[in-house]
């Protein structure tokens, strides 16, 4: 991704900087859920408002409701339904939304910050209103929260968990053995964890133990495997798998897994262009490996976040080999969806065919080729999201008593995915951010 020199931030720590006490706090002590790291900075509703006329999709495949009218007291939903039953206070401001389309504010399950100039801000005008960064300081993100400007809630995990040498030094805590993963589990949960990272080096067993001190503490764990058996850490506890490369090795013959780990044990480079090679190399009509592993993903409840827009090739950018292998990996995205297994949306923010801030609108697109349809896709985007993230009870839905986190299209995206490329407004805690 190319972007203007004026569009850098020259220099990170001078956003970083020396930032008052508060935002150096989470709200860990608060918490019998998951909360967001910047809970208490996020600009909380204050208005009576009244969206009327629009068709809301209510965030679940199957639920909407025409002609409908949305009631926002201060920060939460009031009241929502058909316009002909719901009364409009004396004093509430009426917004008129006909012809349009209210949807829940999109949660994305992968994004990763970069030094660039209104990056989450370019995010949140496209609706992402909360984004977990699954690998990364959480000082590295004190720098927006220091701007005092709107951004997202932010659902953070620290560094990913990894072993020596480590694909991204920078991202990184490097545990040796299972009882030091235990350690830097409560550590990151005390900081105000929403959810744990582990890399594709950590031995099953450290997944174990990670994925049980993590349990009990009550955040989830996700992974970016590759070349550890997805079905096997699934089976030790894990609760979502980042990119759909992850699932690669557990695809093809224990042979050739066996030999791809070892390179990649070897060379944390040779996963570049070798993770192409066993996607081309896989046969996805062969049901002996693929069935075991969708029933496994299926009955676990397991979340994929497939990340394919990242790993997107094209014969402009990649030879036969890229592109056969990236076929695969949106195809059997769609088979995972078809065999009822949870298909998450994460962006990876910085993706080839997107320009900065449409990356998870390209993402949905993508996932629609997979043969998802663009109910799931929203679904997966919304409601499927706040369960991965555990705050379901509060996000993901347009329901009474959840937060006003919302945005509205001009065009029904049930009929074109790509109507999240332009959305018109944009509501995060009651306040519109875009309007």
Same mark, same amino acid.
């Given at each position: 991704?190319?972007?203007?020199?004026?569009?850098?931030?020259?220099?990170?720590? $001078?956003?970083?900087?020396?930032?008052?006490?508060?935002?150096?706090?989470?709200?860990?002590?608060?918490?019998?859920?998951?909360?967001?790291?910047?809970?208490?900075?996020?600009?909380?509703?204050?208005?009576?408002?009244?969206?009327?006329?629009?068709?809301?999709?209510?965030?679940?495949?199957?639920?909407?409701?025409?002609?409908?009218?949305?009631?926002?007291?201060?920060?939460? #939903?009031?009241?929502?339904?058909?316009?002909?039953?719901?009364? #409009?206070?004396?004093?509430?401001?009426?917004?008129?939304?006909?012809?349009?389309?209210?949807?829940?504010?999109?949660?994305?399950?992968?994004?990763?910050?970069?030094?660039?100039?209104?990056?989450?801000?370019?995010?949140?005008?496209?609706?992402?209103?909360?984004?977990?960064?699954?690998?990364?300081? &959480?000082?590295?993100?004190?720098?927006?929260?220091?701007?005092?400007?709107?951004?997202?809630?932010?659902?953070?995990?620290?560094?990913?968990?990894?072993?020596?040498?480590?694909?991204?030094?920078?991202?990184?805590?490097?545990?040796?053995?299972?009882?030091?993963?235990?350690?830097?589990?409560?550590?990151?949960?005390?900081?105000?964890?929403? +959810?744990?990272?582990?890399?594709?080096?950590?031995?099953?067993?450290? #997944?174990?133990?990670?994925?049980?001190?993590?349990?009990?503490?009550?955040?989830?764990?996700?992974?970016?495997?590759?070349?550890?058996? +997805?079905?096997? +850490?699934?089976?030790?506890?894990?609760?979502?798998?980042?990119?759909?490369?992850?699932?690669?090795?557990?695809?093809?013959?224990?042979?050739?897994?066996?030999?791809?780990?070892?390179?990649?044990?070897?060379?944390?480079?040779?996963?570049?262009?070798?993770?192409?090679?066993?996607? &081309?190399?896989?046969?996805?009509?062969?049901?002996?490996?693929?069935?075991?592993?969708?029933?496994?993903?299926?009955?676990?409840?397991?979340?994929?976040?497939?990340?394919? +827009?990242?790993?997107?090739?094209?014969?402009?950018?990649?030879?036969?080999?890229?592109?056969?292998?990236?076929?695969?990996?949106?195809? $059997?995205?769609?088979?995972?969806?078809?065999?009822?297994?949870?298909?998450?949306?994460?962006?990876?923010?910085?993706?080839?065919?997107?320009?900065?801030?449409?990356?998870?609108?390209?993402?949905?697109?993508?996932?629609?080729?997979?043969?998802?349809?663009?109910?799931?896709? #929203?679904?997966?985007?919304?409601?499927?999201?706040?369960?991965?993230?555990?705050?379901?009870?509060?996000?993901?839905?347009?329901?009474?008593?959840?937060?006003?986190?919302?945005?509205?299209?001009?065009?029904?995206?049930?009929?074109?995915?790509?109507?999240?490329?332009?959305?018109?407004?944009?509501?995060?805690?009651?306040?519109?951010?875009?309007?």
């Amino acid at each position: 991704m190319k972007t203007s020199p004026l569009n850098i931030v020259v220099c990170f720590f $001078f956003l970083i900087g020396s930032l008052p006490a508060q935002l150096m706090q989470t709200d860990a002590t608060l918490r019998d859920t998951i909360w967001e790291l910047n809970r208490s900075e996020i600009k909380v509703g204050q208005d009576l408002l009244a969206l009327s006329g629009g068709t809301v999709l209510v965030g679940r495949v199957g639920e909407i409701i025409e002609d409908a009218t949305i009631l926002i007291e201060g920060n939460k #939903i009031s009241a929502i339904g058909k316009k002909s039953e719901i009364i #409009i206070p004396a004093g509430a401001r009426e917004i008129d939304v006909t012809g349009k389309y209210i949807l829940p504010g999109l949660l994305d399950a992968h994004f990763h910050v970069g030094q660039v100039k209104d990056l989450l801000p370019k995010f949140l005008e496209h609706g992402v209103t909360s984004l977990r960064d699954p690998g990364a300081w &959480n000082e590295t993100y004190l720098g927006w929260r220091r701007l005092g400007i709107p951004i997202q809630r932010l659902f953070l995990t620290g560094p990913h968990l990894d072993q020596y040498p480590p694909a991204y030094p920078r991202n990184s805590m490097l545990v040796r053995d299972a009882k030091e993963a235990e350690v830097a589990v409560n550590q990151f949960v005390d900081e105000g964890a929403t +959810a744990i990272k582990v890399y594709f080096r950590l031995p099953l067993g450290t #997944i174990e133990r990670i994925c049980e001190t993590a349990h009990a503490r009550g955040v989830p764990v996700t992974a970016h495997l590759e070349i550890t058996k +997805a079905k096997d +850490a699934i089976n030790v506890g894990l609760d979502g798998i980042e990119h759909i490369t992850s699932l690669g090795s557990s695809l093809i013959d224990p042979r050739e897994a066996e030999k791809y780990r070892q390179l990649i044990l070897s060379d944390n480079d040779a996963r570049d262009y070798g993770r192409y090679e066993v996607w &081309n190399s896989i046969d996805l009509d062969d049901t002996t490996y693929t069935q075991p592993l969708l029933r496994e993903i299926r009955d676990h409840g397991t979340f994929i976040s497939p990340n394919l +827009a990242v790993f997107e090739k094209q014969t402009d950018r990649g030879d036969s080999i890229e592109v056969n292998g990236f076929a695969k990996m949106v195809r $059997f995205t769609g088979m995972i969806s078809e065999a009822g297994g949870q298909v998450v949306v994460g962006s990876h923010t910085f993706v080839p065919y997107a320009p900065l801030g449409l990356g998870y609108a390209h993402e949905m697109e993508l996932m629609v080729q997979a043969g998802i349809s663009p109910a799931k896709v #929203i679904e997966g985007a919304t409601w499927l999201n706040a369960k991965f993230f555990q705050v379901d009870e509060r996000l993901g839905t347009l329901e009474v008593g959840k937060l006003a986190d919302l945005l509205v299209l001009d065009q029904n995206p049930l009929e074109n995915i790509s109507a999240f490329r332009d959305v018109d407004m944009v509501m995060l805690n009651g306040v519109w951010v875009k309007e």
